[in-house]
T-cell receptor, first 113, second 120 residues
Framework: DQQVKQNSPSLSVQEGRISILNCDYTNSMFDYFLWYKKYPAEGPTFLISISSIKDKNEDGRFTVFLNKSAKHLSLHIVPSQPGDSAVYFCAASVYNQGGKLIFGQGTELSVKP | DAGVTQSPTHLIKTRGQQVTLRCSPKSGHDTVSWYQQALGQGPQFIFQYYEEEERQRGNFPDRFSGHQFPNYSSELNVNALLLGDSALYLC???????????????????FGQGTRLTVV
């Protein structure tokens, strides 16, 4: 049972435009969500997170939106840069489960100059 | 400040053999989790160690075992290797508050670069 789903395996965007990566989840117990970025031959790098008590969190060019009623979150990157090209994973956890992360399958973002 | 370090970076083993992977957490971190990432998939949680005890376990067979040492470093052991165990093994560390019942503060986990295990 895939509790966290990223239905787009890949996304291609022009440099300077907005990249929108989507993630859906099924477990209503999830209350903390994270986005990680992964380059080849490296481990995932934390990007941004959001608690379920919020619906938006911003950090520079990165904004995460959470729609609890739809069990959907999205990551917006504005403006997109070629260095953003990587695989992006969303992950979810339940607060009282010690931070065990449930990951989606990942979306490969390609930002073209 | 060194981040999470894992060794070795690559490993080739034969079916049926045993393997040990190692992880040193980021400075100040006391909780270590292990994940398995198969090709084209997201990382899958194996287990988590805190205070030298296994605190949570994912859906992995008993062939997967681990250990945490007093310095918070950790090992992942896999016995009787199968071809399907070929994957990237990731270690993640975080700081857990001293709250009873492991009600951890939701801080992000930091990942190492992983160990690429190939079983032939």
């Amino acid at each position: 049972d895939q509790q966290v789903k990223q239905n787009s395996p890949s996304l291609s965007v022009q440099e300077g435009r907005i990249s929108i990566l989507n993630c859906d989840y099924t477990n209503s117990m999830f209350d903390y969500f994270l986005w990680y970025k992964k380059y080849p031959a490296e481990g995932p790098t934390f990007l941004i997170s959001i608690s379920s008590i919020k619906d938006k969190n911003e950090d520079g060019r990165f904004t995460v939106f959470l729609n609890k009623s739809a069990k959907h979150l999205s990551l917006h990157i504005v403006p997109s840069q070629p260095g953003d090209s990587a695989v992006y994973f969303c992950a979810a956890s339940v607060y009282n489960q010690g931070g065990k992360l449930i990951f989606g399958q990942g979306t490969e973002l390609s930002v073209k100059p | 400040d060194a981040g999470v370090t894992q060794s070795p970076t690559h490993l080739i083993k034969t079916r049926g053999q045993q393997v040990t992977l190692r992880c040193s957490p980021k400075s100040g971190h006391d909780t270590v989790s292990w994940y398995q990432q198969a090709l084209g998939q997201g990382p899958q949680f194996i287990f988590q160690y805190y205070e030298e005890e296994e605190r949570q376990r994912g859906n992995f067979p008993d062939r997967f075992s681990g250990h945490q040492f007093p310095n918070y470093s950790s090992e992942l052991n896999v016995n009787a290797l199968l071809l399907g165990d070929s994957a990237l093994y990731l270690c993640a560390s975080k700081r857990t508050g001293g709250n009873p019942g492991l009600r951890a503060v939701n801080t992000e986990a930091f990942f190492g670069q992983g160990t690429r295990l190939t079983v032939v």
